[in-house]
């Protein structure tokens, strides 16, 4: 079975290696913190033998170099970001396969946070690493996509088998849930979501990954061509109405 490691990196984020017992092969999905996940994968007795980027924002890109230069990686990134990432080995968009050992990581377009944002879907595991794209009960701030492309990517997503484990990059989901009840206050699924996220983050555990099928019930974002969320935020289209729910939390 392909090994997920998951640890806490930077003040919020999460780093992710994967790891094939067979192969012996272990990625890094995107490098926030080279020192960390050279030592995790140290720790781990793990030769790192690839980077899957999902953007280039330094948070996900920044230890590219680091990691590259001790361990001779091949870096995988967004095509449509070769000018923002250096060094790339194999640039990759919509469509395309890559793959660790024998399994097959799908690429999908998820621009919107960051024009030429991808995820990774390893139908084979039932996982997917989203980045920043979306996160639990929330998604990434909109810096250089349209509402329109962006809702297109968050379509992409939600058209995954809906037992799919999303990894995201990010700890916000105390602040997302916030968000999402003042959004979607009548949503009784979403109540209590939000109230199982406060017990684990009370705990200091985890609140990611989050199965795509309980976003798919609570994350305004995933909503917004829901009648409910359309007639609270208005919107002649799911983009518009997207687009007024991203506002709204940019400025909550």
């Not at 996982?127 to 794209?133: E, Q, R």
């Not at 799919?164 to 700890?171: D, F, G, Q, V």
Request: proline share 6%; net charge negative.
């Amino acid at each position: 079975m392909l090994e997920i490691h998951q640890f806490p990196c930077l003040s919020d984020n999460y780093g992710y290696l994967l790891h094939d017992p067979e192969s012996q092969e272990t990625v890094c999905i995107d490098t926030p913190d080279a020192d960390e996940y050279l030592r995790q994968a140290g720790r781990k007795g793990w030769q790192i033998t690839q980077i899957w980027n999902t953007h280039w924002h330094p948070d996900h890109a920044g230890g590219n170099a680091a990691i590259q230069a001790v361990t001779g990686c091949r870096i995988v990134a967004p095509r449509e970001e070769t000018g923002k990432i250096p060094d790339i080995d194999e640039a990759v968009g919509q469509g395309d396969i890559v793959s660790i050992g024998d399994w097959e990581a799908h690429v999908i377009d998820v621009g919107g946070h960051t024009s030429g944002h991808i995820a990774y879907h390893l139908p084979g595991r039932h996982v997917a690493f989203v980045g920043d794209a979306v996160f639990a009960l929330g998604c990434g701030r909109m810096f250089e996509g349209t509402p329109e492309q962006f809702w297109d990517s968050l379509l992409r997503i939600r058209a995954l088998p809906s037992e799919t484990m999303l990894y995201c990059a990010h700890e916000y989901t105390q602040a997302n849930a916030r968000f999402a009840l003042h959004a979607d206050p009548d949503n009784e699924a979403l109540r209590a979501y939000a109230a199982e996220v406060d017990e684990r983050r009370a705990q200091g555990q985890p609140t990611v990954p989050m199965k795509l099928q309980r976003e798919l019930e609570t994350n305004p974002f995933l909503r917004a061509d829901v009648p409910a969320i359309r007639e609270r935020w208005g919107g002649n289209s799911p983009p518009e109405t997207f687009a007024a729910l991203r506002s709204g939390k940019d400025n909550f």
